[in-house]
């Protein structure tokens, strides 16, 4: 069993493998991509002369802009390049979910078009281009301040782990939380101890710190990648591959925050001519010298070259060699290891235009026309070099006769002092022009161009005057040839770096993402959650990827669509051979080819039936009918039973008060004899007479007086109860109507 390596035989066997790798600076590779991005640029060759013609032919330019108009149509479109196919049959949902949510994370939650076409056009101009995704925790940090909270409210608040408390002020309230009497700390303990109501309110400053993840995606640039030699491809499981490095260039200060080590930050050296080689001077060649890169002023803003190396090594000395992320700063030839750890994958893809059998690094569309545009520019400035030198001929003069000084003049209607004869004394050395001999060896190299990418005007439009002068087969065919270079990159850039790059978003996504989200896709909110879905799932091309145009693949479908609404005409929406959800995706791909949203136009039948066996099933309007009829019945039952027990009631509380009021008569009867009675022996015993009998009189009238009213005041009381039972009933009458 072997040895566990050190972190000194660790630092040894990084650095080994960055000077050893491709890509790395002054190899072959990094020279060719250079020349193959100033050739793309237009740059000089260095052998331009003054007073000669200096004119580029932009042949490189030219055939990359001539296809990335197919590209972005391909793969930036509304139709996904690859759909994640289903392992069983409880992967069909997810798996048609995976494939709208990674493309909705690729290119939304992203800058997908700006990434997606800088990957894309590197691979044509440098041969390979890649790209590489991760997981990133953003956090955001903001203050903020509340007055007036309750005590549940700040609760509520104190109870987020997100909340750090900066300032805090808690007053008291009298009574109820309506109140707005406030008191001090002193006061409240006072009203407290004789047993008031305080309600607390709290002024809080809070520091909000919110962490929110998601997944990343970036194009490398070439001069940043390095992949040991030997490699055959970008796959930790190819046999062939065991390095690949991302260099970046890094302040300290970002390294700081990331909390690495102060003193193995500061101490890493930041050669500029590995931060900035070659190639990526070449890229920004056409800028002044950026001095702020390169300052010492600030020593947190200085840069230093940040290797992130994926390697197999068997680092625990178990005898298998294991995927390893390890993370260096300083250089090559003065490695600082920062971080070390194991790695679930590797998380890079890549673009090739043009593969080479079993070599990583393919041939770019440069590589193929960088040679023709040179002999194309030489051509061009010898043509021109002679049409100068035809309307500008060299003069042969009498330096005796004529002012040489004149002759510096090349103004029209200059004039030139002349002694004697001028036809002798200045005799123009003419020379014919010959350049319309090359004119067939300009036209030979266009159709080399042509044989060798098999892109001519037909990829990108076509002639009017070829349109005339073939016929429509010929001009069908030229265009199809002409498109199937194309169509083979597509091929090739969708079958390796487009797969490749949805399935790390894909295991990256289901490893990181810990609750569900709610995303809308396809017109319709879906509650996502790629923690569920099998990472295992296959990736298929879709079988429309550079198929024809646009309007040619619209065309076939309708085609298709015809057919398939004869055949529901004749056997009906679900037969057999073309139901109605496929001829819902037979509409769907004629929306996305004709650069549409389908959701903005047609439903999925498959989600609505979904939707329509969630709900309950509608009943019979016979049984409705019925069961209506039986409610009405029922309701008027119960409110004859609520009448009856109305009536019953009023009459028992109207003989209450009836017995209540005859009571009451009785007492007073009573009550009066014995007063009577009173005032009768008070009379005998010298009271006047006539006076107790007037006054007697009055107070049995009184009496009378009284019973009466109340005898009608219970009367009114039971015609206003009738009147209230009568206007709650449907017909007045205290009944229910059946056939209102």
Same mark, same amino acid.
């Given at each position: 069993?072997?040895?566990? @390596?050190?972190?000194?035989?660790?630092?040894?066997?990084?650095?080994?493998?960055?000077?050893?790798?491709?890509?790395?600076?002054?190899?072959?590779?990094?020279? %060719?991509?250079?020349?193959?991005?100033?050739?793309?640029?237009?740059?000089?060759?260095?052998?331009? =002369?003054?007073?000669?013609?200096?004119?580029?032919?932009?042949?490189?330019?030219?055939?990359?802009?001539?296809?990335?108009?197919?590209?972005?149509?391909?793969?930036?479109?509304?139709?996904?390049?690859?759909?994640?196919?289903? @392992?069983?049959?409880?992967?069909?949902?997810?798996?048609?979910?995976?494939?709208?949510?990674?493309?909705?994370?690729?290119?939304?939650?992203?800058?997908?078009?700006?990434?997606?076409?800088?990957?894309?056009?590197?691979?044509? @101009?440098?041969?390979?281009?890649?790209?590489?995704?991760?997981?990133?925790?953003?956090?955001?940090?903001?203050?903020?301040?509340?007055?007036?909270?309750?005590?549940?409210?700040?609760?509520?608040?104190?109870?987020?782990?997100?909340?750090?408390?900066?300032?805090?002020?808690?007053?008291?309230?009298?009574?109820?939380?309506?109140?707005?009497?406030?008191?001090?700390?002193?006061?409240?303990?006072?009203?407290?101890?004789?047993? =008031?109501?305080?309600?607390?309110?709290?002024?809080?400053?809070?520091?909000?710190?919110?962490?929110?993840?998601?997944?990343?995606?970036?194009?490398?640039?070439?001069?940043?990648?390095?992949?040991?030699?030997?490699?055959?491809?970008?796959?930790?499981?190819?046999?062939?591959?065991?390095?690949?490095?991302?260099?970046?260039?890094?302040?300290?200060?970002?390294?700081?925050?990331?909390?690495?080590?102060?003193?193995?930050?500061?101490?890493?050296?930041?050669?500029?001519?590995?931060?900035?080689?070659?190639?990526?001077?070449?890229?920004?060649?056409?800028?002044?010298?950026?001095?702020?890169?390169?300052?010492?002023?600030?020593?947190?803003?200085?840069?230093?070259?940040?290797?992130?190396?994926?390697?197999?090594?068997?680092?625990?000395?178990?005898?298998?060699?294991?995927?390893?992320?390890?993370?260096?700063?300083?250089?090559?030839?003065?490695?600082?290891?920062?971080?070390?750890?194991?790695?679930?994958?590797?998380?890079?893809?890549?673009?090739?235009? @043009?593969?080479?059998?079993?070599?990583?690094?393919?041939?770019?569309?440069?590589?193929?026309?960088?040679?023709?545009?040179?002999?194309?520019?030489?051509?061009?400035?010898?043509?021109?070099?002679?049409?100068?030198?035809?309307?500008?001929?060299?003069?042969?003069?009498?330096?005796?006769?004529?002012?040489?000084?004149?002759?510096?003049?090349?103004?029209?209607?200059?004039?030139?002092?002349?002694?004697?004869?001028?036809?002798?004394?200045?005799?123009?050395?003419?020379?014919?022009?010959?350049?319309?001999?090359?004119?067939?060896?300009?036209?030979?190299?266009?159709?080399?161009?042509?044989?060798?990418?098999?892109?001519?005007?037909?990829?990108?439009?076509?002639?009017?005057?070829?349109?005339?002068?073939?016929?429509?087969?010929?001009?069908?065919?030229?265009?199809?040839?002409?498109?199937?270079?194309?169509?083979?990159?597509?091929?090739?850039?969708?079958?390796?770096?487009?797969?490749?790059?949805?399935?790390?978003?894909?295991?990256?996504?289901?490893?990181?993402?810990?609750?569900?989200?709610?995303?809308?896709?396809?017109?319709?909110?879906?509650?996502?959650?790629?923690?569920?879905?099998?990472?295992?799932?296959?990736?298929?091309?879709?079988?429309?990827?550079?198929?024809?145009?646009?309007?040619?693949?619209?065309?076939?479908?309708?085609?298709?669509?015809?057919?398939?609404?004869?055949?529901?005409?004749?056997?009906?929406?679900?037969?057999?051979?073309?139901?109605?959800?496929?001829?819902?995706?037979?509409?769907?791909?004629?929306?996305?080819?004709?650069?549409?949203?389908?959701?903005?136009?047609?439903?999925?039948?498959?989600?609505?039936?979904?939707?329509?066996?969630? %709900?309950?099933?509608?009943?019979?309007?016979?049984?409705?009918?019925?069961?209506?009829?039986?409610?009405?019945?029922?309701?008027?039952?119960?409110?004859?039973?609520?009448?009856?027990?109305?009536?019953?009631?009023?009459?028992?509380?109207?003989?209450?008060?009836?017995?209540?009021?005859?009571?009451?008569?009785?007492?007073?009867?009573?009550?009066?004899?014995?007063?009577?009675?009173?005032?009768?022996?008070?009379?005998?015993?010298?009271?006047?007479?006539?006076?107790?009998?007037?006054?007697?009189?009055?107070?049995?009238?009184?009496?009378? =007086?009284?019973?009466?009213?109340?005898?009608?005041?219970?009367?009114?009381?039971?015609?206003?109860?009738?009147?209230?039972?009568?206007?709650?009933?449907?017909?007045?009458?205290?009944?229910?109507?059946?056939?209102?």
């Amino acid at each position: 069993m072997s040895e566990k @390596i050190d972190d000194a035989r660790l630092t040894e066997i990084v650095a080994q493998n960055i000077r050893d790798s491709l890509g790395f600076e002054g190899d072959d590779l990094s020279s %060719q991509m250079r020349d193959n991005l100033a050739r793309y640029e237009g740059e000089g060759y260095g052998d331009e =002369r003054e007073g000669r013609s200096q004119v580029m032919s932009r042949d490189v330019l030219e055939t990359v802009e001539m296809v990335m108009p197919s590209l972005v149509r391909t793969f930036m479109g509304t139709e996904s390049a690859a759909v994640f196919d289903p @392992i069983g049959p409880e992967d069909e949902e997810a798996a048609e979910q995976a494939t709208d949510y990674v493309n909705h994370v690729l290119m939304k939650q992203n800058p997908g078009y700006r990434i997606g076409t800088s990957w894309m056009k590197s691979a044509l @101009i440098t041969g390979s281009s890649f790209c590489k995704v991760w997981w990133e925790d953003l956090e955001k940090v903001k203050e903020e301040t509340y007055t007036g909270l309750s005590e549940q409210e700040y609760m509520v608040l104190m109870n987020n782990p997100e909340v750090e408390v900066l300032e805090h002020t808690e007053l008291g309230v009298y009574g109820d939380e309506d109140s707005d009497t406030v008191m001090d700390d002193q006061t409240a303990m006072t009203e407290a101890l004789n047993n =008031r109501v305080v309600n607390p309110i709290h002024d809080v400053k809070i520091r909000l710190t919110q962490t929110k993840g998601r997944l990343r995606w970036e194009a490398i640039p070439p001069e940043e990648f390095f992949v040991n030699r030997l490699a055959r491809s970008i796959d930790e499981n190819d046999s062939s591959w065991s390095f690949a490095c991302h260099r970046s260039a890094r302040t300290v200060e970002e390294l700081l925050e990331e909390g690495y080590d102060e003193e193995t930050v500061h101490a890493a050296s930041s050669s500029s001519g590995e931060i900035y080689d070659q190639l990526f001077q070449q890229r920004f060649s056409d800028l002044e010298t950026m001095t702020n890169e390169y300052s010492g002023l600030d020593p947190l803003q200085r840069r230093v070259a940040v290797y992130e190396c994926y390697m197999k090594v068997d680092y625990d000395g178990d005898g298998r060699a294991e995927l390893r992320r390890v993370t260096c700063i300083g250089g090559a030839n003065s490695t600082k290891i920062l971080e070390n750890e194991v790695a679930s994958e590797l998380p890079f893809a890549e673009l090739t235009a @043009i593969p080479r059998p079993h070599r990583i690094y393919g041939y770019s569309l440069a590589d193929l026309t960088k040679d023709l545009q040179r002999l194309k520019t030489a051509l061009w400035r010898s043509m021109m070099d002679g049409l100068y030198l035809s309307l500008y001929p060299h003069k042969a003069v009498d330096e005796s006769r004529v002012e040489l000084d004149d002759l510096l003049s090349e103004d029209p209607g200059s004039i030139y002092r002349v002694t004697g004869d001028p036809r002798t004394a200045i005799v123009p050395l003419s020379t014919q022009w010959s350049g319309g001999q090359a004119f067939p060896m300009l036209q030979w190299i266009d159709s080399m161009l042509q044989k060798r990418t098999g892109i001519n005007d037909m990829a990108g439009g076509l002639d009017a005057s070829k349109v005339t002068s073939e016929t429509a087969r010929g001009v069908d065919e030229m265009a199809n040839a002409a498109r199937a270079r194309v169509e083979l990159i597509c091929r090739q850039f969708a079958e390796t770096g487009w797969t490749r790059l949805m399935r790390l978003a894909l295991q990256i996504l289901n490893r990181h993402s810990n609750k569900e989200e709610l995303v809308k896709l396809r017109g319709q909110w879906v509650p996502i959650d790629p923690s569920s879905w099998n990472v295992e799932m296959d990736l298929q091309i879709n079988v429309g990827l550079g198929m024809g145009t646009k309007q040619e693949q619209v065309s076939k479908l309708a085609v298709v669509a015809q057919k398939q609404e004869v055949l529901m005409q004749q056997l009906g929406l679900d037969n057999p051979i073309a139901p109605l959800n496929l001829y819902y995706n037979t509409l769907k791909k004629m929306c996305e080819a004709a650069d549409l949203n389908p959701a903005l136009f047609f439903n999925d039948p498959t989600q609505a039936m979904m939707a329509q066996q969630g %709900q309950p099933k509608q009943p019979d309007p016979r049984v409705m009918e019925a069961q209506q009829k039986m409610e009405l019945a029922k309701m008027e039952a119960q409110a004859k039973l609520k009448q009856s027990e109305a009536e019953a009631a009023m009459k028992s509380q109207t003989d209450r008060m009836k017995a209540e009021s005859d009571a009451e008569v009785a007492r007073f009867k009573a009550e009066l004899a014995a007063k009577t009675q009173r005032e009768a022996a008070e009379l005998k015993a010298g009271v006047d007479r006539e006076e107790a009998a007037n006054k007697l009189a009055f107070e049995y009238e009184k009496m009378q =007086r009284d019973h009466e009213y109340r005898m009608r005041e219970l009367e009114a009381e039971k015609e206003l109860e009738r009147e209230k039972m009568a206007a709650g009933s449907p017909d007045g009458n205290a009944n229910i109507n059946l056939y209102d």
